[in-house]
């Protein structure tokens, strides 16, 4: 009898697969903290012999070949991937066997990059599961420009007709077990629904890229793509050279007259507490990515690459939580860190720097006095449903590059829920500028009599 265990990433928005028997099982995508798979693998006795990449990832590093060469277990990656390290190179209708009666079935599905390959998970020849990667998502599927730009149409067209595919060929209770699509950047939608299970006849039924032809489908999933983050430049070069073991030791220890030095010399230094924290007292010139908040993304969307970062955390779990997330990310050794408050961080003689928030009903009382500025840091699909009148709106992951773009005066910055805006506060905290944080839900701006132009 077959199991098959999921391994959330929930800050990236991926999940990755155990797979097997009573003895033996595969690996699907594996993340980078390869610690978490072995875990799962060891509470279920059995042993790793195969790991297997449906395509070369751009959104995290992988821990595919680390797991490989840790375990012993064949490494199996499309053929048509160029990479720099020795695998087993899977072709279309390519078989393996994970344990006895149960194997993996490999069917091109290209779209979401030219060589992209999902596995039919099959006991006794009976169809069970599809592992599609970024192929078919639930209700949606990977994004074809990740790969290049001249090949974005070409692949729109080829994730198409890979969904046709797979729903061609496999039975209607096939379940579908992606990797992307859980909030991930990967995916071509940001909205999917909330769903969480889906199988290949839900998929027919509510797919865009199965409902509609492949004109429109092509057409409607251009029109939609968002910005990438930046990163994600950086992870497909460094999955297909062959990442590092993951190194998730103690970074060098920093103290306050060190943290002065960094700041000065222009290094990034994040504070990874929770954003009420930081608005009550930090140290000036330090940018707040809250550790519970898609750290992972946003941080390496935003810092130039390469540049040191240091990390100031709460607790050692919160720090070690934080680490854990950046290394799947390819930033992964913080150039130095520390724990504690901003009372430990600041040289002596100096106070901790502070700034106000507040909430769309406060900044209503404001704009009826005085007007203030009104900065919307959301992506551009939020922003389309409707923004506040005269609010000025740059996306939280430009906002490092477009300070410039800010208007003189005390700026009132908000997103759809308060994250986002207390990353654009400290931005702009740190450049000198009085700032708001608006700590609350967008809903609450129509509710609190603001003026709202709507985008539909």
């Known amino acids: 009898m077959f199991f098959i265990d999921t ?5 990236l928005g991926n999940r990755s697969y155990l797979a097997g028997g009573a003895r033996t099982a595969a690996v699907v995508d594996p993340p980078r903290d390869i610690d978490r798979v072995l875990a799962v693998a060891a509470a279920r006795g059995v042993r790793i012999s195969h790991v297997v990449e449906t395509h070369l990832h751009n959104d995290y590093v992988t821990g595919g070949l680390d797991l490989a060469r840790l375990t012993g277990a064949a490494y199996l990656v499309p053929a048509g991937a160029r990479v720099g390290f020795a695998r087993v190179p899977v072709t279309d209708g390519d078989t393996v066997g994970v344990d ?95 769903a969480t299970t889906t199988t290949i006849g839900k998929e027919k039924t509510a797919n865009d890229a199965l409902v509609k032809d492949v004109d429109s489908f092509v057409a409607a999933l251009l029109a939609g793509l968002e910005d990438a983050p930046a990163y994600y430049a950086h992870m497909g070069p460094a999955n297909a050279a062959g990442p590092r073991p993951v190194d ?21 230094v994040v504070d990874l507490r929770n954003r009420v924290a930081f608005a009550e007292g930090h140290v000036a010139g330090s940018l707040n990515f809250e550790a519970e908040g898609q750290i992972a993304t946003h941080l390496a969307w935003m810092i130039p690459w390469g540049k040191p970062v240091t990390l100031l955390a709460g607790s050692p779990a919160q720090l070690a939580a934080a680490q854990r997330e950046l290394v799947r990310v390819g930033i992964d050794r913080p150039a130095a860190a520390t724990t504690g408050t901003p009372r430990d961080w600041v040289p002596e003689g100096h106070s901790p720097r502070a700034f106000p928030r507040g909430t769309f ?8 006095d005085s007007g203030p500025v009104v900065l919307d840091v959301r992506r551009n699909s939020e922003r389309a449903t409707g923004w506040i009148e005269g609010s000025v709106h740059i996306p939280v992951h430009d906002l490092h590059r477009r300070l410039a773009d800010v208007p003189a005066g005390t700026v009132w910055v908000h997103c759809a829920g308060g994250m986002r805006a207390a990353i654009a506060a400290s931005l702009l905290d740190s450049a000198g500028r009085d700032v708001v944080a608006v700590d609350d839900a967008f809903t609450a701006a129509s509710e609190a009599g603001l003026p709202l132009t709507s985008g539909n």
């Not at 009903?361 to 009826?368: G, K, M, N, T, V």
């Open 100 to 194: 006895e009666g149960i194997t993996l079935r490999a069917l091109a599905t290209p779209g979401h990059t030219p060589h992209h390959t999902s596995y039919v998970l099959e006991e006794r020849g009976a169809v069970a599961a599809v592992f599609t990667g970024g192929s078919l998502l639930i209700g949606s599927v990977g994004r074809p420009d990740l790969v290049e730009p001249r090949l974005t149409a070409e692949l729109a067209r080829a994730q198409h007709a890979s969904a046709h595919r797979l729903a061609a060929e496999l039975p209607d209770e096939t379940a579908v077990l992606p990797t992307h699509g859980f909030g991930s950047f990967c995916s071509s939608s940001r909205s999917e629904g909330g």
């Open 361 to 368: 009903a406060d900044l209503a009382a404001r704009a009826a």
């Open 248 to 268: 998730l030791g103690t970074p060098p220890l920093t103290d306050a007259a060190d943290i002065a030095e960094r700041l000065a010399a222009g290094e990034w």
């Open 7 to 11: 391994i959330e990433t929930e800050g």
